[in-house]
């Protein structure tokens, strides 16, 4: 489609070709910013953080599940290192992450700071003149006053003025009277009202509070830490470095900041569903009591934990994530001396809490002694005659173990996983292709190692619970800038940003008009409503001005009759 001759574009007949002049290095700075300040980009990296944050609710992470790190190594050997690479598994700490998360940071800035300066301008200024032609704005309506011609007029139409401006001050207008224009024996009076600039307003909180949640939520990782730690029961933690399984602090976080409390796991209670047949065995309540005492306080206060109702101690939130079964097993020698004895908490691997578990012997054996086991809380057989749980709770306990012997590799300095055994420099004892069966242990029950390694025993079975403590000095920042941020988006959702014009047009020969009429930015289902609201409020209004007017001459006339 040409453009008309008369476009600024168009160029003369016989005219050289229009050259645009080169950005160079500071145009092309100018116009990069202007790009990443706009709205557009900032929405658009909205999104893509949203998008970026998808990794961290596929793979496990390592802040908040490190042994789920360690078990998808486990099952995708293949897979796993090119993730790793990627850094799905520090996804929110990732360089890509990071990166949409700091330009974000600075397009929310270059948007918010113009339009806040431009928001208090707005605010000082006064409401815009009356448009020539209200006719075409929305709700347009029209009145003619009976009362008011020749030269009572102008004082009509000033009243009905006043009068407009008065209702509009009421209801929470700013206002602007103008004089209007005067022309071949008419003139107009009118009044300007506009209110909404709280829409504006709120949002501009909603995005400076999405700033402040960036800001708020990059202190808090920078200063805060992720520790996770598991307890059996009748066991302490101290909240000391050592004393987390993983601990993942910030950036900026000195672990001489941890305040010292210590933690007392007394009992773990789990309630089934019983009633219901086909929810049976269905948890429906943890409950973990514990005993906290803080350094320098001689009192130990008894506390209780659960999903989703964390204790707080020490700055930090202490969390319920999870729980199985600890049975404790002690291994002996052969001349019956106990070389191992403790809790080993082994690992669910379905609702019925059937749990996998390794079991580590480096030391008073003839030969270093590694066992992976399976523990059924409720141990059936099915048809093929493997064993499985078949409810969660202690009713038929049994403990299954495939032993090892060999290099336990512990000795090398790098760091193991109390979860895995790596079995490629040992040799299996028993099981699978062995022709030895598994060693098969109830409550109470011993058993002896082969080769004449000694014996084990399945002493009790205890309950542990797994702890996630969580420190964010921020946490209370960033509920405040969450609430504003809501109530932000509320405000600009709900509060209208509308302007409405009262007219009094004066004509000699005819009657004082006044016309009504409105015009909203934005979307204003209300808009014609309140212009009629408007209209019929000041038309009461101006008709009890003339009845007090009427009486008030009755009045004066009476008195000046002899």
Not at 53 to 72: C, F, H, I, T
Not at 115 to 126: G, Q
Request: net charge positive; with cysteine; hydrophobic share 40%.
């Amino acid at each position: 489609m040409s453009r008309p001759l008369d476009h600024i574009d168009v160029r003369p007949p016989g005219a050289s070709r229009i050259t645009e002049p080169a950005l160079g290095f500071t145009g092309w700075m100018r116009w990069m910013w202007r790009q990443l300040t706009s709205m557009r980009v900032a929405l658009f990296l909205l999104l893509l953080l949203a998008l970026a944050a998808v990794p961290g609710s596929l793979v496990p992470q390592r802040s908040s599940d490190p042994n789920g790190v360690v078990q998808y190594f486990k099952d995708n050997p293949g897979l796993a290192p090119v993730l790793d690479k990627l850094q799905a598994f520090d996804a929110y700490t990732s360089f890509w992450f990071s990166s949409i998360y700091l330009l974000l940071f600075i397009s929310l800035i270059g948007c918010v700071l113009p339009r806040t300066i431009h928001h208090l301008h707005s605010l000082r200024a006064t409401p815009p003149r009356t448009p020539a032609r209200l006719s075409r704005m929305s709700g347009y309506t029209s009145i003619e006053l009976s009362a008011g011609r020749g030269a009572a007029s102008a004082a009509t139409a000033a009243t009905a003025i006043s009068t407009a401006a008065t209702i509009l001050r009421k209801r929470g207008y700013r206002i602007a009277a103008f004089p209007g224009t005067q022309a071949a024996g008419r003139r107009e009076l009118s009044v300007s009202a506009e209110r909404g600039y709280l829409r504006e307003a709120g949002n501009l909180t909603f995005h400076i509070a999405l700033v402040g949640i960036l800001i708020t939520v990059g202190i808090g990782g920078g200063f805060g830490f992720n520790g996770n730690r598991v307890v059996v029961e009748g066991q302490s933690m101290i909240n000391t470095l050592a004393a987390y399984d993983s601990f993942n602090p910030g950036r900026f976080f000195s672990p001489t900041e941890l305040a010292p409390y210590s933690l007392t796991l007394n009992n773990l209670a789990v309630t089934y569903e019983t009633q219901n047949k086909r929810a049976r065995g269905l948890p429906t309540d943890y409950t973990a009591t514990v005993t906290t005492q803080t350094q320098g306080s001689p009192d130990k206060t008894s506390r209780t934990i659960k999903v989703n109702d964390p204790l707080s101690i020490g700055g930090t939130d202490v969390y319920l994530l999870g729980n199985g079964y600890a049975p404790r097993i002690t291994v002996r020698d052969p001349q019956g001396h106990a070389v191992f004895s403790d809790f080993i908490p082994f690992l669910p691997q379905d609702a019925n809490l059937t749990s996998l578990g390794v079991v580590k012997v480096p030391d008073g054996l003839a030969k270093q002694v590694g066992l992976i086991g399976f523990f059924y809380p409720t141990k059936s057989t099915a048809r093929t005659g493997a064993f499985y749980s078949s409810y969660p709770d202690l009713t038929n306990p049994v403990l299954t173990l495939n032993a090892y012997s060999g290099d336990l590799g512990i000795n090398t300095g790098a760091p193991k996983s109390v979860y895995a055994l790596d079995t490629t420099k040992l040799t299996q004892l028993t099981g699978g292709t062995t022709g030895v069966r598994s060693i098969e242990l109830k409550l109470g029950q011993t058993q002896q190692l082969p080769d004449g390694l000694g014996s084990i025993t399945l002493e009790r079975v205890s309950r542990f619970a797994s702890f996630e403590i969580h420190h964010d000095p921020a946490q209370g920042w960033v509920l405040f800038f969450a609430i504003a941020a809501l109530g932000g988006l509320l405000t600009s959702l709900f509060v209208p940003r509308r302007r409405l014009w009262v007219k009094a047009i004066v004509d000699e020969a005819k009657p004082v008009r006044i016309e009504y009429a409105g015009l909203a930015r934005g979307d204003d289902p209300q808009l014609q409503d309140a212009v009629a609201d408007l209209a019929s409020a000041h038309q009461a209004a101006l008709r009890s001005t003339s009845a007090a007017d009427q009486d008030s001459q009755r009045n004066t006339d009476l008195k000046g009759t002899p």
